[in-house]
């Protein structure tokens, strides 16, 4: 009993390991689910610093007409 409860151990240490190391290393999973995510955080970083540039842009000008007004 003692031999066979050895040898389970033993395979379940050697084959969990290996198995995440397989499955992590598929390029279908990883295009789906790292790419996939950075590319979508890229764009919403892209579309945020567009709309704050925009904002201080919009800002920008109001002030300097609000400069020229007084001049």
Known sequence: MGVK????????YLTFPVT????SNQAEYFE???VKRKRKELEDFKE???ARREERLSQKMAMESENSRRK
């Open 20 to 23: 995440v190391f397989w499955i």
């Open 48 to 50: 945020e610093i567009r």
């Open 32 to 34: 789906e689910y790292v």
């Open 5 to 12: 409860i050895e040898i389970f151990r033993m395979v379940l």
